[in-house]
């Protein structure tokens, strides 16, 4: 079992920036990742990042936000700048292990305008 706790989330005016952290329990954890959830839209991928540091973005976050990845600390971090309203969501992370996904309980972040 893999347990997930999100933190850095709150409320930041456009144009501000924002880091949320993941740590993770357990050992041989693989890709983990960020997703976030807007009220009444599907959950959608904003960054990935592999135990060797590969990542990937959604499209509406590239060249804002910056994954990074501690594997000491089986922490990630969500390095979010350039905050628009349309960032508004909460923000989840998971972790893949043995080809099983673990979630977080999400944090909310606000961008007010």
């Known amino acids: 079992q893999v347990q997930l706790v999100e933190s850095g989330g709150g409320l930041v005016q456009a144009g501000g920036s924002l880091r949320l952290s993941c740590a993770a329990s357990?050992?041989?954890?693989?890709?983990m990742s960020w997703y976030r959830q807007a009220p009444g839209k599907q959950r959608e991928l904003v960054a990935s990042?592999?135990?060797?540091?590969?990542?990937g973005y959604g499209d509406s976050v590239k060249d804002r936000f910056t994954i990074s990845r501690d594997n000491a600390k089986n922490t990630i971090y969500l390095q979010m700048s350039s905050l628009k309203p349309d960032d508004t969501a909460v923000y989840y992370c998971?972790?893949?292990?043995?080809?099983?996904?673990?979630w977080g309980q999400g944090t909310q972040v606000t961008v007010s305008s």
């Open positions: 357990g050992n041989f954890i693989n890709i």
């Open positions: 990042i592999t135990r060797d540091g590969t990542n």
């Open positions: 998971r972790a893949q292990r043995f080809y099983v996904n673990y």
